[in-house]
């Protein structure tokens, strides 16, 4: 049987603009994905974020959700809109209010709030200001974090200042599938650097005001990326320093890589860092965030023959991996989830033990691992949602080798406690392991919920169910 350690914590996952609806109450501000959803022909099917999962107006339903499915944490996001309307200055008391109820409510039924500050939704006022490629964000940001930790200090376990700034820089400003929509690889860069600062910033910020038991994080979605063969090490690099160096490099070792800087010398000189900011960017955390999905495979092109652009960007668009252009993302061998994404959970194991080997003093937790799927709706009345299952067991046991193998991870959040807003994909896209029903927002466990309520309260994976007599 597969076991966990005895302190492992037993999360779920959601973020503010994907569940909790409400986008224009109670004196909340527009976010650059108000923006974005409300412009025809960037979200599929034009969804919206306006009514999301009701969340807002359904608190307790979903508090009491979360104590049933019996986890010890929630990882959530705060709506920074909703703080600051504006951005900065002045603060919208019943946004507070409304996480007060939320960590409040979390407190009493024993489960740890773990809190994201940064999930993605900057308040438009400051990306008509210039956004992430504007310095001056990330000052708002860590004034932000500052005024929020004063008012929720006490309660908040976890601080995880952004999450995946990978995203918010390459597919907010480079290739512009996500808010506000830029293509401008100079600016995405500069997001990078404003992002990893504000990290920093937000994270001393956090420390002279929230409870000093608490921890401090940052989520990153790091890309395990492997060569097709050998000759490929010089791609792997090269994807290696874009997506993960450039956001380990500072926060951690307190210093850009540099083949990155190389690697992007006709984009930018990145004269926008500034002395000290490496230094800034480097703040003690406690604990590092881990997303995983999927690997991702890469070789050398050799500039002639047609391109594999699996990456997701279609050919001619333009493209996330600003020092790729001699890059090429192969299509990995299947099966798939919905999103087209690869099942292989040995590219977590190997990440982890990367992580250990690299900062083998840095404990790590697994902020959001999960899977969409179409996820019917059997005669019965239940999702019979084995292939998540199969997912969530196969990550799980990654997890345990990981830790078998000497990497120290402290938990797991599953994406997502329930179906919701799924970015540019809308909601067709189902990762919940909770089934939201968009007509009527009820809430049906599906088949992998009661998997999952099984595996927190055994602390183990259970033995796989016999396969039918043949
Ligand atoms: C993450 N990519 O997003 C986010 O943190 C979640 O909000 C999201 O719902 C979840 O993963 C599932 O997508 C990502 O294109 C979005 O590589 C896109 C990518 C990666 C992560």
Not at 76 to 103: E, K, M, T
Not at 296 to 322: E, F, K, M, N
Request: contains cysteine.
């Amino acid at each position: 049987m597969t076991t966990f350690p005895d302190d492992f914590l037993w999360g779920t996952a959601t973020a503010a603009y994907q569940v909790e609806g409400a986008w224009n109450e109670d004196g909340r501000g527009p976010s650059i994905w108000d923006t974005f959803s409300h412009t025809p022909g960037l979200v599929t099917g034009g969804d919206t974020g306006d009514l999301a999962c009701d969340h807002y107006h359904r608190l307790e339903e979903d508090l009491d959700l979360l104590a049933a499915l019996g986890v010890g944490a929630y990882r959530f996001s705060i709506s920074w809109p909703r703080v600051l309307p504006g951005g900065g200055d002045r603060v919208n008391q019943a946004g507070l209010d409304f996480y007060r109820r939320l960590v409040d409510g979390l407190l009493t039924r024993n489960i740890a709030p773990v809190a994201t500050l940064y999930h993605w939704d900057l308040p438009q006022e400051l990306e008509d200001a210039g956004g992430w490629p504007n310095r001056d964000t990330a000052y708002r940001f860590a004034e932000y974090a500052r005024q929020t930790g004063e008012a929720l200090g006490d309660g908040v376990r976890t601080w995880i200042t952004l999450n995946e700034p990978w995203c918010s820089a390459y597919l907010g400003y480079g290739s512009g599938v996500h808010a506000p929509g830029r293509t401008d690889p100079a600016a995405a860069l500069a997001a990078v650097h404003h992002l990893n600062l504000g990290h920093g910033l937000a994270a001393r910020a956090l420390r002279e005001v929230v409870d000093p038991a608490a921890q401090v994080s940052v989520t990153l979605n790091l890309h395990h990326a492997r060569g097709v063969s050998e000759q490929d090490a010089e791609a792997v690099r090269r994807v290696d320093a874009l997506a993960n160096r450039a956001f380990l490099g500072p926060m951690l070792d307190g210093a850009y890589p540099r083949d990155l800087i190389d690697d992007t010398a006709s984009v930018t000189d990145w004269s926008f860092v500034k002395d000290g900011d490496e230094a800034t960017a480097a703040a003690p955390i406690e604990v590092l965030g881990v997303n995983y999905y999927n690997p991702i495979l890469v070789r050398q092109w050799d500039g002639t023959s047609a391109r594999d652009t699996a990456d997701g960007h279609a050919d001619g668009a333009a493209s996330p991996w600003i020092n790729c252009a001699d890059v090429e993302f192969v299509q990995q061998p299947g099966p798939y989830t919905e999103m087209g994404w690869n099942i292989d959970e040995t590219g977590l194991t190997e990440l982890l033990l990367r992580l250990r080997r690299d900062y083998p003093s840095l404990p790590v937790m697994i902020t959001e691992n999960g899977a969409a799927f179409p996820d019917e709706v059997s005669a019965d009345g239940r999702v019979h949602d084995d292939d998540r299952i199969d997912y969530l067991r196969r990550h799980l046991t990654a997890v345990a080798e990981a830790i078998e193998g000497g990497a120290d991870v402290r938990g797991y959040f599953l994406w997502s406690l329930m179906d919701n807003f799924e970015w540019a994909h809308g909601y067709g896209k189902r990762f919940g392991i909770v089934r939201v029903d968009r007509d009527t927002m009820e809430r049906t466990w599906k088949d992998s919920a009661r998997w999952y309520h099984d595996v927190v309260a055994a602390n183990a994976l259970p033995a796989e169910a016999a396969s039918p007599a043949s």
